[in-house]
């Protein structure tokens, strides 16, 4: 069973930088592909980016140049730093964990990142 715990969250205003963690426990992270996902209020829960085990990075259209996801497999804890935030990026940001190539198995309970114009 894998835990995954998000922090970091908070208010900041459009154009500023922000930095969440997800700390894995239960099984090494090295061995986890790692998602970020974010669920605005009334709307469905949608894909921010992955890296996979290797390091491998991908990301969705709305986020690329913008965001970075990167992981310390010794810490246990993956990143989500958020750059030139926007107003439309305010949601609560879920870290996802898999050992598939597919499918997410483990969610945390998300971090709210809220963003003023």
């Not at 998000?6 to 090494?28: D, K, M, N, Y």
Request: aromatic residues 10%.
């Amino acid at each position: 069973q894998v835990q995954l715990v998000e922090s970091g969250g908070g208010l900041v205003q459009a154009g500023a930088s922000l930095r969440v963690s997800c700390a894995a426990s239960g099984r090494a992270l090295s061995s986890l592909h790692m998602g970020w996902f974010r669920q605005a209020p009334g709307k469905e829960r949608e894909f921010v980016g992955k890296i996979w085990s290797g390091g491998t990075t991908s990301y969705a259209d709305s986020v690329k140049g913008r965001f970075t996801i990167s992981r310390d497999n010794a810490k246990g804890t993956v990143y989500l730093q958020m750059n030139s935030l926007k107003p439309e990026d305010t949601a609560a940001y879920y870290c996802a964990a898999s050992q598939r190539i597919m499918g997410w198995d483990y969610w945390g309970q998300g971090t709210q990142v809220t963003v003023s114009s």
